[in-house]
């Protein structure tokens, strides 16, 4: 049998945390704009930042909705509301609360940023590198971000209230080398709709999921376009396991482009349904998004996939 420990590291991250009130961040910068390079462990995606005086790597991660730090570096922080949540293996993911002075990314500071703290063991024991913490979607909120996966760089930039209306980067000069795919945030989380069998189907963009995963109680029709490949384990932070389904999903259409396949973990999502106040499809890992480049306007609400 297969192990997926990351995808179910996700899970279990968005079961503990996808609840948790937070407090929007103060963002101040240098220059609005700041280039990043980074590395990668599988897909996903590490760049250096510093919270208070503790510097590393950080997992850009739209699953996740603020900062998490690893509490293996950070016990010495005074924590409030521990929280324990079961993920879809009956498994326990535990979490509390703190807060941090400062977060540095490049040019980017965060001030007085409340932060949730959980074991990430399981990332780092799989991908053999040390990771602070995730970096989430609260962060970037009022950021463009274009990820540049054939240069290894990030782009930032924080765009103000005047230039909400028209800021677009350099980068999207040429309209005909990307497609613009309308995006929504809800409660920190990055939503896409998408179109499959003529059924309209929601959701999250997760670039710290390596894996794409689709909801198994969807209609029979849905799962004409799955070609099935195997079975597999999900292990998740407790010692049960669930058994899964490992496809391939065809002709799922984003913003008018179909893609033409893409592998999919097929499991039960009806835990998410709680999680977010309303049920989600499926989650959308970078894996067939990441082929060169790809960005988001958080603030207009916009996705691009360049050809």
């Avoid at 949730?116 to 913490?133: A, F, P, R, S, Y």
């Avoid at 920190?188 to 109680?217: N, P, Y």
């Avoid at 259409?253 to 709680?274: D, K």
Wanted: glycine fraction near 8%; charge should be neutral; hydrophobic fraction near 40%.
């Amino acid at each position: 049998m297969t192990y997926f420990p990351k995808v179910n590291a996700v899970l279990a991250i968005f079961f503990a945390l996808v609840m948790r009130g937070t407090v929007d961040p103060i963002v101040s910068s240098d220059s609005a704009t700041c280039t990043l390079p980074f590395t990668k462990a599988g897909n996903l995606i590490l760049v250096q930042a510093k919270v208070d005086t503790t510097s590393g790597y950080f997992i850009i991660d739209t699953g996740s909705p603020n900062l998490v730090l690893n509490i293996t570096y950070f016990r010495r922080y005074a924590t409030t509301n521990p929280t324990e949540s079961g993920g879809i293996t009956g498994g326990v993911a535990s979490s509390v609360q703190t807060s941090v002075d400062s977060l540095y990314l490049g040019g980017v500071r965060f001030h007085h940023l409340d932060a949730d703290m959980i074991d990430l063991g399981h990332i780092e024991n799989e991908k053999g590198v040390k990771v602070l913490g995730l970096l989430g979607m609260q962060l970037f909120e009022n950021f463009e971000m274009i990820i540049d996966y054939d240069q290894s760089l990030l782009y930032l930039h924080l765009i103000r209230k005047k230039e909400a209306p028209t800021y677009q980067s350099a980068l999207l000069s040429d309209t005909s080398a990307y497609r613009v795919v309308p995006i929504d945030i809800e409660q920190h989380k990055l939503i896409v709709h998408t179109e499959l069998k003529g059924r309209k189907l929601k959701f999250v963009v997760d670039s710290g999921a390596e894996t794409s995963v689709l909801d198994s109680r969807l209609p029979n029709k849905v799962f004409e376009n799955v070609t099935i490949t195997r079975r597999v384990q999900l292990h998740g932070t407790g010692a049960q396991q669930v058994e899964a389904l490992l496809g391939d999903l065809r002709n799922m259409t984003i913003g008018g482009q179909v893609i033409a396949t893409m592998p999919v973990l097929i499991t039960n999502l009806e835990s998410m349904c709680v999680a977010y106040n309303n049920c989600i499809d499926g989650m959308l890992s970078f894996d067939f998004l990441s082929l060169h480049k790809i960005g988001f306007n958080f603030v207009n609400r916009k996705m691009y996939i360049w050809r």
